[in-house]
């Protein structure tokens, strides 16, 4: 199994899963269609399906363009009602209830954002189960028996303060960013209380273009895991084997 971003943070978000038999599943619709084909070198045969989380442009804004190539793109419930541009290619799915998306089997669970949003459980043989969260201040759920974690860290708030100090920040935007994103702290405290025994991979995303410091984050959670940590950048393409070797 590959994890492959496209593109990560607020000028749009696009990953894919591909496992050995070609069988991918896109997740996020952030990304023109082209960029997703050029990740995964025009190869198009397995690219069926894409789930995303909410509707903010950065991560639905080409879903048009996906539906017209043929792709279906699964969405929670709550999200899928809201959406105004019904679609045969659009899917709702229920909360916390396993669907077959290809050969992967997927659930998504209700996050705090200040839409609609969605985090996933997704399952595959070769990569064992996956959780895919972003765009949420908080994570009221605890998973066990995780093997990859793909999950946003996007800022820290000694850095929003410290620019805040300087003359640099802005209020609003800061509460903003309280009460949807997902701060370092809050990360952490995650990561100890669900476990990472069984991880193998904590892959970084959406990080704050400037509330964030990559290596810092890298760092902390590396620390308090000793998992393999990487920070989400266009391009990367790293192994989600359950078994790496």
């Known amino acids: 199994m590959q994890f492959i971003t496209v593109n990560t943070g607020s000028s749009g978000n696009g990953y894919i899963l591909k496992a050995s038999d070609g069988d991918s599943l896109i997740i996020e619709a952030g990304c023109p269609l082209k960029k997703v084909k050029e990740a995964i070198d025009f190869d198009m045969n397995g690219l069926d399906n894409l789930i995303f989380s909410h509707l903010h442009l950065d991560h639905s804004k080409y879903l048009k363009e996906y539906f017209n190539a043929g792709i279906n793109c699964y969405t929670g419930i709550s999200t899928f009602n809201e959406y105004t541009g019904k679609h045969h290619r659009l899917k709702a799915m229920e909360f916390q209830k396993f669907y077959k998306i290809g050969s992967f089997k997927v659930a998504c669970f209700p996050v705090v954002h200040d839409v609609s949003n969605v985090c996933y459980l997704i399952k595959h043989e070769e990569s064992g189960p996956i959780l895919f969260v972003t765009d949420t201040h908080y994570i009221p ?97 790293i192994n989600f084997d359950r078994t790496p070797f």
């Not at 952490?188 to 964030?212: D, P, Q, Y």
Request: glycine share 8%.
């Open 141 to 237: 759920y605890t998973f066990s028996g995780l093997s990859q974690i793909i999950l946003e860290v996007n800022y820290s708030i000694d850095i929003v303060d410290q620019h805040l100090l300087e003359g640099n920040g802005n209020y609003i935007v800061r509460n903003r960013v309280l009460n949807s994103h997902m701060e370092l702290e809050t990360a952490k405290e995650f990561l100890r209380r669900t476990g990472t025994g069984s991880t193998v991979n904590i892959a970084l995303i959406h990080l704050s273009e400037s509330n964030s410091d990559q290596f810092l984050f890298q760092k902390e959670i590396e620390g308090l895991t000793g998992k393999n940590v990487c920070v989400a950048s266009p391009g990367l393409n």
